[in-house]
């Protein structure tokens, strides 16, 4: 009799042990998640100059006057012109192209920058250096 009781604490206690490691392995995960939420999703008026493709639509720069991303005014602008050009065409002293971060902006147009569409696609700076 005595057996089977401490059995069942035992049973228990694993039980217990069991749930509480699985808590603490979610609560670990949340935390990490909310660590790179929180420390790597800049906001997208942070001031660096770059600019953003999406194949089949008009390319993006920020502006930096107004810390708002445009759609190139010429509507026609793609996916086909190297990014250094690109970038030089708002920022004259870039150097090198490096990618920055995923952003949603709103401002995508097709060609003759027609329709709007929204979507996250990667952010490339435009280094002087």
Not at 1 to 18: E, G, S, Y
Not at 28 to 42: E, M, N, W, Y
């Amino acid at each position: 009799m005595k057996k089977t009781a401490n059995f069942k604490v035992l049973k228990k206690l694993k039980l217990i042990k069991f749930l509480g490691l699985n808590l603490l392995i979610w609560f670990i995960i949340a935390a990490a998640l909310l660590i790179i939420i929180l420390f790597t999703d800049k906001s997208v008026n942070d001031n660096a100059p770059r600019i953003m493709y999406w194949p089949g639509k008009v390319n993006q720069h920020f502006d930096l006057a107004t810390k708002t991303w445009q759609t190139d005014t010429d509507g026609f602008s793609g996916a086909e012109i190297s990014m250094i050009e690109y970038c030089q065409k708002f920022y004259p002293k870039t150097q090198s192209v490096k990618e920055y971060k995923n952003e949603r902006i709103d401002t995508w147009h097709s060609a003759g920058n027609q329709g709007q569409y929204s979507a996250v696609k990667p952010s490339y700076l435009c280094l002087e250096k």
